[in-house]
């Protein structure tokens, strides 16, 4: 809006004039053509009285061209023009606000943010403000720009106020169009000067001082982009590209996966959503469990090895506890036999500590996963507003709320508010519970020490613990993370029941603790032996170099010892 977008005060000769609040000329609205753009213009102008005679006028002028929705395009002109009217030359600094009074998006967070482009001579680089933070100065403005005297190449490219998926840029130009050194100052400010509310931050813009000479006019030209914060579009189109507007997208993408993954996430998403489209099927809710379906059968292979190695490995472990007990005895004061004679007696059971791993490396794999996806559901555009046709989610990237309290129930103690009951969050809990009982176990040994069974013990409790710190973690996130993690569990509970088949299979059939066949090498060539080692093989015969490279310390000097 013009109040939104207005100009605020003209410093005419060291008088500073508020022009907000006055009553400005708006002309009719005109077509424009320039070049290969055409569109509407109109102008509004505010003449500077000084003793009844006008000294200077104001114009501010809105330009909009024709964007076709193809071109990703949301651009609009802006020109502020100081116009002298009378005989005598004046010094002017013009001070005007950016975007005001953008919404928040979430609920649990305030998404919003003020971002500043500075182009220190070689690439433009940014910096963030939150809304919140700025308000709590309570009307002092907090600096985003000003020119160093020590970086003289440093300029303004742009600055914005924005929200999770629109933007309010606005890039000063001149004839470098990708940065200006026009202006003393860019600063946050809250115009109500309120710490409790952050509703009305602005951008302010305030002009270095421009002399006027009689009859003569001078402009401050504005590129100004409104709407969707469009990555695609930031990364390809310019002037987007090299101004960097891409900054205020990758800043929603966060520090805890990789902008890639997310970016693949989104494309990916949109993609499948697209496809589906064109055969009358176009959910993002399907979309996610089809890609759910695609991680988990990518994961499979590693999935069931690593639950059949873990059930290997413990009831292994259990058989050897009195063996080990032994060899501690034995060869407790030489770590390196110790060590070797343990890997001996590992390979003789068909057990491989370092596959291990593999029974986390899911989870792990995941967990970036699941972070990409939340960040590309807060920001992806397209996904805004979408439901999961025939079900009561009608927003994937917001709780999923089956039913909204008349007025939001705080929690005692923990001053959690909770404005609906979301299902999705217990749901996921319910199915993650599932699936850790259905993990498979390995049966009671007698061999087992105490201190194993403590940790058998403690690892089965934290199942329970586990579900309802999920719920708790994730009950106000968006319905479409908790779906994609509910679908997760589910695929996972079919999976874990058919790793437990598998395994019950090799237990009856006494495969499962089969010692490892060792290698004849009479066939093989050594050569090709020691490639097709596995990693326990290699550190024992890297345990054995060493110890026969130590040097033998003399008899004598045993006998000094002693």
């Keep these: 809006s013009f109040t939104s977008l207005g100009v605020e005060t003209i410093n005419v000769d060291g008088e500073v004039i508020r022009v907000g609040d006055r009553m400005w000329r708006a002309w009719e609205v005109e077509p ?24 200077v006028r104001v114009v501010r002028t809105y330009a909009l061209p024709q964007q076709p929705r193809s071109m990703h395009r949301h651009d609009l002109r802006s020109e502020v023009t100081i116009e002298n009217l009378d005989g005598n030359k004046h010094q002017v600094i013009v001070a005007f606000r950016g975007g005001m009074g953008v919404p928040k998006e979430g609920t649990r967070i305030d998404d919003r943010y003020v971002d500043c482009g500075i182009h220190d001579g070689v690439r433009v680089v940014g910096n963030r403000q939150r809304p919140s933070s700025v308000a709590r100065k309570k009307g002092e403005p907090v600096r985003l720009f000003a020119p160093d005297p020590g970086e003289p190449d440093k300029a303004l490219s742009w600055a914005a106020l924005g929200n999770r998926y629109f933007t309010c840029t606005i890039a000063p130009v001149d004839a470098k169009a990708a940065r200006s050194k026009a202006y003393a100052e860019v600063a946050a400010v809250d115009l109500d000067a309120r710490a409790e509310t952050s509703d009305d931050v602005t951008v302010r813009f305030t002009t270095l001082p421009v002399t006027v000479q009689p009859g003569a006019k001078t402009s401050f030209p504005l590129d100004l982009y409104l709407g969707e914060k469009d990555g695609r579009a930031f990364k390809t189109l310019e002037p987007y590209r090299s101004r960097n507007y891409y900054f205020q ?14 970016e693949l996430m989104i494309g990916l998403l949109n993609g499948m959503y697209a496809v589906a489209s064109k055969v009358g099927l176009g959910d993002y809710g399907l979309a996610i469990i089809v890609l759910v379906l695609i991680v988990r059968l990518l994961l499979h292979p590693i999935t069931k090895k690593g639950q059949v190695n873990m059930v290997r490995m413990q009831e292994g472990m259990a058989d050897l506890a009195p063996k080990m007990e032994e060899l501690k005895r034995k060869f407790g ?32 794999i995941q967990m ?26 009608r927003d994937l990237t917001a709780p999923d709320a089956l039913y909204t309290f008349s007025s939001p129930i705080t929690i005692p103690l923990l001053g959690w508010t909770i404005p609906s009951f979301n299902l999705l969050p217990l749901l996921v ?17 007698p061999n087992m020490s ?6 058998q013990e403690m690892m089965q409790k934290m199942g329970p613990l586990m579900s309802i710190m999920m719920l708790l973690i994730f009950y106000k996130m968006p319905s479409g993370l908790n779906l994609y993690i509910m679908a997760s569990s589910l695929f996972g509970t079919i999976e874990q029941h058919r790793i437990r088949r598998h395994i019950k299979e090799a237990k009856e059939k006494g495969t ?3 010692p490892a066949a060792k290698p004849a090498e009479t066939v093989r060539p050594r050569r090709r032996r020691r490639e097709e ?23 004598k000097d045993k006998r000094r010892k002693r």
């Design 512 to 514: 499962l603790l089969q």
């Design 429 to 445: 809990a319910v199915f993650m519970y599932t699936q850790q009982k259905l993990q498979p176990k390995p049966e009671p040994n």
């Design 249 to 262: 997208v990758a800043q929603g993408y966060g520090w805890c996966t990789f902008t890639w993954l997310v």
């Design 450 to 455: 105490e201190q194993q069974k403590q940790q």
């Design 533 to 555: 080692m596995g990693f326990f093989e290699k550190l024992q015969k890297m345990a054995e170099e060493a110890q026969k490279a130590q040097p033998k310390r003399p008899a």
């Design 368 to 393: 970036p996963i699941w972070v990409a996806l939340y960040l590309s559901l807060t920001n992806n555009i397209l996904m805004r507003h979408q439901p999961l046709h025939f079900t009561w989610v």
């Design 333 to 364: 004061n030489d770590k390196v036999r110790l060590q070797q004679e343990t890997m001996k007696l590992y390979r003789e059971k068909g057990i491989n500590p370092a596959t291990q791993v593999l029974s986390c490396l899911p989870m792990f």
């Design 32 to 55: 424009f053509e320039e070049g290969a753009s055409r569109g509407q213009r109109v102008a509004f102008t505010l003449d500077i009285l000084r003793e009844g005679d006008p000294v």
